[in-house]
């Protein structure tokens, strides 16, 4: 994906997470000498969830990444011990 792609990507996404009522934290956008990329940080001030949205050279990757503040499994949940969990996805996404 080229840069200028990559801008309107990122600049559609952040449309519509604002339109969602999600906050902007940082931006930058540096390709100086083929090397950076363009990101952006939006939160979610309700729940606390972030979405990070990044574009990198050299290689031209879009890339979305979410994270959320609720790490402990629900309780009722046969794993529930009221402690963190920690998952380690398998790939192709196995459970």
């Not at 009522?21 to 956008?29: I, L, N, Q, R």
């Not at 009221?82 to 996404?93: D, H, L, N, R, S």
Request: overall charge negative.
């Amino acid at each position: 994906m080229d840069g200028a792609a990559a801008r309107e990507a990122l600049r559609r996404a952040g449309e519509g997470l604002r339109a969602d009522g999600w906050e902007a934290g940082f931006a930058y956008d540096d390709e100086a000498g083929g090397r950076g990329g363009v990101g952006a940080r939006y939160e979610d001030p309700d729940t606390g969830d972030v979405v990070s949205l990044q574009w990198s050279l050299p290689a031209g990757l879009l890339r979305v990444d979410a994270e959320s503040p609720c790490r402990t499994v629900p309780g009722g949940h046969p794993k529930a011990t009221g402690k963190p969990v920690e998952w380690t996805p398998q790939a192709p996404f196995g459970p």
